[in-house]
């Protein structure tokens, strides 16, 4: 089974920026980038699949946040700028094999997700 490894994470000001890393041991194909925050559940932030480069964004981190890929590496990226204290949270990332089509649309559910990394916390 593949394994996901974040990385990135940290302390920054309000208005600043990180990169969340998302290594995979194998082929992904549909990402997930997911926060939990303490007490309240787990939401998701960004989806992409891998294959065609479909992304989609939360209406909270739209225009902020920005994924990316790359291949060679199998290395998801999630790129957050002008951050928030409501983005403090663990971020986690995870994958399923799905059609570009049915990871855009059923990618908000965690429960499809059957790989998740150990996560990486960002505080803000």
């Known amino acids: 089974q593949v394994q996901l490894v974040e990385s990135g994470g940290g302390s920054v000001q309000a208005g600043g920026s990180l990169r969340l890393s998302c290594v995979a041991s194998?082929?992904?194909?549909?990402m997930g980038w997911f926060r939990q925050a303490p007490g309240k559940q787990r939401e998701g932030v960004a989806i992409?699949?891998?294959?065609?480069?479909?992304?989609r964004y939360a209406d909270s981190v739209q225009g902020r946040f920005t994924v990316s890929q790359d291949y060679a590496k199998n290395t998801v990226y999630l790129q957050m700028n002008s951050l928030k204290d409501e983005d403090t949270a663990m971020y986690y990332c995870?994958?399923?094999?799905?059609?570009?089509?049915?990871?855009?649309?059923?990618?908000?559910?965690?429960?499809?997700?059957?790989?998740w990394g150990q996560g990486t916390q960002v505080t803000d």
């Open positions: 992409m699949h891998t294959g065609g480069g479909d992304t």
């Open positions: 194998g082929y992904i194909n549909c």
């Open positions: 995870a994958a399923f094999d799905a059609s570009p089509w049915v990871c855009v649309t059923s990618g908000w559910d965690v429960y499809r997700y059957n790989t």
